[in-house]
């Protein structure tokens, strides 16, 4: 009887050994898994991180092209390509001088406003104001550039010689003239071979 019991004894404690050695040790110090809870019974189950559905969930942000963007998201000089192809054919006729007509105003000044109004090609023009040159080399861009022009009572005449003809066509611009008060007094547009001139008459009352 002692030897069953005792036999019993060693079996209980050779039970508990090879349980111990089955449960490996951990260091893991994360947090612990919260029970997801339903209705009165509460169920262990850890969070697992879905990757497949994380991948899709995130859309890659769409890159613009600036210049094949199909909304129309072009340079400054893509616009200006697109909308001018190329000057007008040089004839003859242009290397004549040109006059723009004369205009009258009561200001001590009129504000000059010119442009490239084609194929921005690169045309250059010299500015003179009653034979004094007050511009030597001015380039005409795609854009408005502003010339303040002070008056002296009676006629004041104002030139643009064409030093060049750009790339392609004639020398072109288009011309308007502000006076004191903001009003326009006139618009006009000129196109000239290399060593013409376009003239305005502007009377000072």
């Not at 036999?7 to 050695?21: E, H, K, R, T």
């Not at 612990?32 to 991180?49: A, E, Q, Y």
């Not at 000089?77 to 003859?92: H, I, L, M, S, T």
Request: charged share 25%.
């Amino acid at each position: 009887m002692k030897k069953i019991i005792f036999s019993f004894i060693i079996a209980i404690f050779a039970c508990n050994f090879i349980q111990a050695q089955e449960i490996p040790s951990t260091t893991n110090t994360g947090g612990s898994v919260k029970p997801v809870t339903t209705g009165n019974n509460s169920v262990f189950l850890p969070r697992v991180k879905n990757e497949v559905e994380d991948i899709f969930m995130k859309k890659e942000e769409r890159k613009i092209n600036m210049r094949q963007d199909k909304n129309g998201l072009l340079t400054e000089g893509d616009r200006v390509a697109a909308e001018w192809k190329e000057d007008k054919k040089a004839k003859e006729e242009y290397a004549k001088d040109q006059y723009l007509g004369d205009v009258k105003t009561t200001g001590k000044f009129v504000e000059l406003y010119c442009r490239d109004h084609e194929f921005v090609d690169g045309d250059r023009v010299k500015i003179t104001v009653n034979g004094e040159v007050i511009f030597k080399n001015l380039a005409l861009t795609g854009s408005y550039k502003p010339i303040l022009v002070t008056l002296q009572s009676g006629f004041n005449t104002i030139e643009f010689e064409a030093l060049n003809q750009g790339l392609s066509g004639p020398n072109t611009a288009m011309l308007k003239v502000f006076g004191e008060d903001g009003k326009q007094l006139v618009s006009k547009e000129w196109n000239l071979l290399t060593g013409a001139r376009a003239s305005l008459m502007v009377v000072k009352q």
